[in-house]
């Protein structure tokens, strides 16, 4: 039980960190092409408690699907 809790755990950090990474990108392709924008005002678009709701839940319901797929083969 503890190792599957851990695998949620850095299944799910996982995906987040790929959609921060992903919505990172789409920051600065979008401030670059309007005159360009820092990192840090960057950061402080993305981190928003909306966004990490849509993170959380994506993660959560892409860790099922990945699980169920793994019971099934």
Not at 36 to 48: C, E, H, N, R, V
């Amino acid at each position: 039980m503890k190792r599957k809790c851990w695998r949620l755990v850095i299944e799910v950090i996982f995906i987040m960190f790929l959609f921060y990474s992903n919505l990172l990108m789409g920051e600065f392709e979008r401030a670059n092409s309007a005159g360009g924008k820092s990192l840090a005002d960057a950061l402080t678009d993305i981190f928003t408690v909306t966004n990490f709701a849509i993170g959380i839940s994506a993660s959560l319901v892409g860790y099922a699907i990945v699980e169920f797929l793994r019971g099934k083969l």
